[in-house]
């Protein structure tokens, strides 16, 4: 069961039950769960409402039905006297009409009585919310207050253009109040030109679609009266689950004003828009070797914007693969532009987008280079998550055309035997001598499709997903449980396992998949030792990269790596004719170390010995 984070308080639970076995279940898991909590049952209206005055909840969880009494009541009394905490519904069952009924009127979440185990985290999660929406209050509070005392118009609308807000400052640039209309009657188009909207609708588009996440619009605009306006959008989007809110800054630029005042705001504007698309600029005086860079370059290169800009000090942020490549770049006196990596003092890197142009005198001598460094670290690391998804499937793809074709030989041939030999007895000159060789064939061939059958259901069995629970494995008691196991085989085969899982000897997994890992690389390489050598095996555990490293080791036979080293997971493949084996265990451990999210590797030397090496998540 996951556990929640201690709260800094204990937390004060009212709960609407009349069932007191439902009431004991609740406490229990809210128990198990490590809640500290304080909670008062109440089983019906009177004592609910009384409650809600005297108790002071943090949270509330309520039944649905009970008698002369349900939750939609309780939701319309607790917002009735302006109590908000989260409001959990706990009951039996729940369609999903009626779960997005009682989720608008204003359930946070609603746990089925059946899966109580999601309560204390559906608890943790209702409170930090409720905490974050307080915090976004405030942080919406500052920003009114700041948008108020702007000489820029404030505009806020929804995704389906409705204005929510609009400050004085666009009250007296349109003319429009929305004090005068009806929640939602007022449009954005309204403000806006009607030759205008498609262009508009485009570019809020892009921020609805995730592609850019703030904009700059220039647009025309229409006041009350009809005047046309022309004027700069600062639109940023806030997303919260389907719903989307536009937040505008309105610059009326129709009149031309050159003013100290305008040149502050344009440079503050600037510095926002660069900070908004992480975009720093960057220009070096070839004559004076005067180098300027923007507050955003700093901030991209994280480094305080007192230290003198030069050229050597954004050299030494280039990433050292690829230093020699961006010098050769830089060195041509022409327009140009390049990606490559930064790095840091703490092995963090960033990836940019750096592009540039010289400025020329008369004589064609550059006097002047500037340009743009821009941060496209997100971008990059989605691109080279989305080729890791390709090739990986690519890989898989490959691996399930060699099965089938695997699978269509190892049929193939048992059902051609089979149906050669039916039709072999159909000859009525046979003699009793023939037909029971025939038979025998048949037979045998039944076998073999019956083995082939059996081999397919276990392998689709583990590559259709992970079937059944997580449990925390001990390394080492299941190492000594295989060794009881095979406690003959290890005394006649002169064989010695040895296991060191002092740094790591436990992880949550699935046991029957573990064992079946363990099990069938401990019995290969006992069954793969050197004959009249005593054979050692060797299993240990390491924290590596955040993962889970286990190597099997042994010295065995070993295996010819360069000739054979693409087939060693290979289903059916056999490299020591001589020793008998279906050609199965390997191909079903890499199966299941991938089933369960890792990945196997080996190393291998003939007569000396091979050595496994599995990597799993923590």
């Known amino acids: 069961m996951k556990k929640i984070a201690i709260m800094p308080k204990k937390i004060k639970i009212l709960h609407l039950e009349d069932a007191k076995t439902d009431a004991e279940l609740v406490a229990r898991e809210l128990k198990r769960g490590n809640l500290d909590a304080d909670i008062l049952v109440v089983p019906d209206k009177v004592r609910f409402i009384n409650a809600l005055q005297t108790f002071t909840p943090d949270v509330i969880l309520s039944d649905h039905s009970m008698a002369a009494f349900d939750s939609?009541?309780?939701?319309?009394?607790?917002?009735?006297?302006?109590?908000?905490?989260?409001?959990?519904?706990?009951?039996?069952?729940?369609?999903?009409?009626?779960?997005?009924?009682?989720?608008?009127e204003g359930a946070c979440d609603y746990i089925l009585k059946d899966r109580l185990h999601r309560l204390p985290s559906a608890i943790a999660n209702s409170l930090e919310n409720m905490q974050l929406q307080e915090q976004r209050r405030i942080i919406y509070d500052k920003l009114v207050f700041h948008i108020e005392n702007t000489p820029l118009g404030f505009v806020e609308f929804d995704n389906r253009m409705r204005l929510k807000s609009i400050s004085k400052k666009a009250e007296e640039l349109f003319g429009w109040n929305l004090k005068d209309y009806t929640p939602g009657e007022l449009s954005i188009y309204q403000l806006v030109c009607d030759e205008d909207w498609n262009w508009l609708n485009n570019e809020l588009k892009q921020l609805i679609l995730g592609k850019s996440e703030r904009n700059v619009i220039y647009i025309r605009n229409c006041t009350k009266e009809g005047r046309i306006l022309s004027c700069v959008w600062f639109v940023s989007a806030m997303k919260n689950g389907d719903e989307v809110t536009f937040m505008t800054l309105i610059q009326d630029i129709t009149k031309s004003k050159i003013s100290e005042e305008k040149l502050k705001k344009t440079d503050s504007m600037l510095?926002?828009?660069?900070?908004?698309?992480?975009?720093?600029?960057?220009?070096?005086?070839?004559?004076?070797?005067?180098?300027?860079?923007?507050?955003?370059?700093?901030?991209?290169?994280?480094?305080?914007?007192?230290?003198?800009?030069?050229?050597?000090?954004?050299?030494?942020?280039?990433?050292?693969?690829?230093?020699?490549?961006?010098?050769?770049?830089?060195?041509?006196?022409?327009?140009?532009?390049?990606?490559?990596r930064l790095l840091f003092n703490d092995g963090r890197v960033k990836y940019v987008f750096n592009k540039w142009r010289f400025e020329f005198n008369a004589e064609c001598i550059p006097v002047r280079i500037y340009g743009i460094l821009q941060d496209?670290?997100?971008?990059?690391?989605?691109?080279?998550?989305?080729?890791?998804?390709?090739?990986d499937l690519i890989g898989r793809n490959t691996e399930l055309e060699q099965f089938a074709y695997i699978i269509s030989?190892?049929?193939?041939?048992?059902?051609?035997?089979?149906?050669?030999?039916?039709?072999?007895?159909?000859?009525?000159?046979?003699?009793?001598?023939?037909?029971?060789?025939?038979?025998?064939?048949?037979?045998?061939?039944?076998?073999?499709?019956?083995?082939?059958?059996t081999d397919l259901n276990h392998i689709l069995q583990v590559k259709g997903g992970i079937a059944g629970f997580k449990e925390l494995v001990n390394f080492t008691g299941m190492v000594k449980d295989i060794k009881a196991s095979i406690a003959n085989l290890i005394v006649e085969a002169d064989v010695e396992i040895q296991y060191d899982f002092e740094t790591v000897n436990e992880i949550f997994s699935l046991k029957p998949y573990l064992y079946s890992i363990f099990f069938n690389l401990?019995?290969?390489?006992?069954?793969?030792?050197?004959?009249?050598?005593?054979?050692?095996?060797?299993?240990?555990?390491?924290?590596?990269?955040?993962?889970?490293?286990?190597?099997?080791?042994?010295?065995?036979?070993?295996?010819?790596?360069?000739?054979?080293?693409?087939?060693?997971?290979?289903?059916?493949?056999?490299?020591?004719?001589?020793?008998?084996?279906?050609?199965?265990?390997?191909?079903?451990?890499?199966?299941?170390?991938?089933?369960?999210?890792?990945?196997?590797?080996?190393r291998s030397t003939v007569g000396e010995g091979t050595e496994f090496i599995i990597h799993l998540n923590i």
Not at 428 to 451: A, C, M, Y
């Open 409 to 453: 030989h190892n049929l193939r041939s048992p059902v051609a035997n089979i149906i050669g030999a039916s039709s072999a007895l159909e000859d009525l000159d046979l003699t009793e001598e023939d037909k029971g060789i025939l038979n025998k064939g048949i037979n045998i061939s039944v076998r073999k499709l019956d083995e082939v059958v």
């Open 271 to 340: 510095k926002e828009a660069q900070s908004m698309a992480h975009i720093g600029n960057w220009e070096i005086d070839l004559q004076t070797n005067i180098t300027i860079w923007s507050d955003e370059l700093y901030n991209i290169l994280e480094i305080d914007d007192k230290r003198a800009p030069s050229t050597d000090l954004f050299l030494s942020f280039i990433h050292p693969e690829d230093l020699a490549s961006c010098k050769e770049m830089f060195e041509k006196t022409e327009n140009n532009m390049i990606d490559y």
């Open 522 to 602: 401990i019995t290969n390489s006992v069954k793969y030792r050197r004959q009249h050598s005593h054979c050692i095996i060797r299993v240990e555990s390491k924290v590596a990269d955040n993962k889970i490293e286990l190597t099997f080791t042994d010295n065995g036979m070993g295996i010819d790596l360069e000739r054979q080293g693409g087939q060693v997971f290979g289903l059916y493949k056999r490299f020591h004719r001589n020793i008998e084996g279906k050609g199965m265990g390997l191909f079903m451990v890499k199966t299941q170390v991938e089933t369960l999210g890792g990945k196997i590797n080996i």
């Open 376 to 391: 496209i670290t997100e971008r990059k690391l989605a691109e080279i998550e989305r080729n890791k998804l390709v090739n």
């Open 72 to 104: 939609h009541e309780a939701i319309r009394l607790v917002k009735q006297q302006g109590i908000n905490v989260p409001f959990i519904l706990v009951t039996a069952t729940m369609s999903d009409e009626f779960a997005a009924k009682v989720m608008k």
